[in-house]
C-alpha cells in the first residue's frame, strides 16, 4: 500500500532544490524521487514535483547544465582540492538557480506593476504600510474563568 506524502511545505522544496544544486550523473525523474524518498522520507509523485515553479526551474535548469558541461581532465577522487571541486560546482549550480529565480520574480513584478497601473493604483497607494495587528489579550467574562 502506497501513501500519498504529505503536501510540500517551503521548507521541503527549498531541500529540494538544494538537493538538485548538487547533483552528480544523469538526472531523470524518477532518480530526483527516490533521492527525495531518502532525503526527505516521502514519496511524490512527478507531477507534484513539476507543479512548483522553484523545483521545475531548478530541475530544467540542472538538467541542462550536466547535459552541456564538457568532461574535462579527470579530477582527484579525494583530498581537498576534490572538495572544493564540488563546493565550487555546487555553488555555481545554486547561482544559476537563484539568477533565474530573481529574473522570474522581476517578470511578476512587472506584471503587477502594469496590472496596478491599469487599475489606476499610484506608486503611494502601493507603497502603505501594512495594517498594525492587534495582538491584544483576550479578555474572557468573568463567568467563563475558572
Not at 526551474?57 to 540542472?62: E, G, Q
Not at 487599475?119 to 492587534?134: A, H, M
Request: glycine fraction near 4%; charge should be positive; include cysteine.
Amino acid at each position: 500500500m502506497t501513501y500519498r506524502g504529505k503536501n510540500l511545505t517551503d521548507d521541503a522544496i527549498e531541500q529540494i532544490v538544494r538537493l538538485l544544486d548538487g547533483w552528480k550523473g544523469k538526472l531523470t525523474w524518477d532518480a530526483l524521487i527516490d533521492a527525495i524518498v531518502t532525503r526527505l522520507h516521502c514519496r511524490y509523485t512527478r507531477q507534484a514535483l513539476h507543479k512548483h515553479e522553484r523545483i521545475r526551474t531548478a530541475y530544467t535548469l540542472r538538467k541542462d547544465t550536466l547535459g552541456n558541461k564538457k568532461e574535462a581532465a579527470a579530477p582527484p577522487r579525494s583530498g581537498p582540492l576534490a572538495d572544493a571541486m564540488v563546493r565550487i560546482d555546487r555553488l555555481e549550480a545554486e547561482n544559476k538557480r537563484l539568477e533565474a529565480e530573481n529574473q522570474r520574480l522581476l517578470e511578476q513584478f512587472v506584471v503587477w506593476a502594469y496590472n496596478a497601473h491599469t487599475r489606476g493604483l499610484d506608486k503611494e497607494f502601493l507603497s502603505q504600510p501594512l495594517p498594525i495587528v492587534n495582538r491584544g489579550q483576550t479578555i474572557f467574562p468573568k463567568s467563563r474563568r475558572k
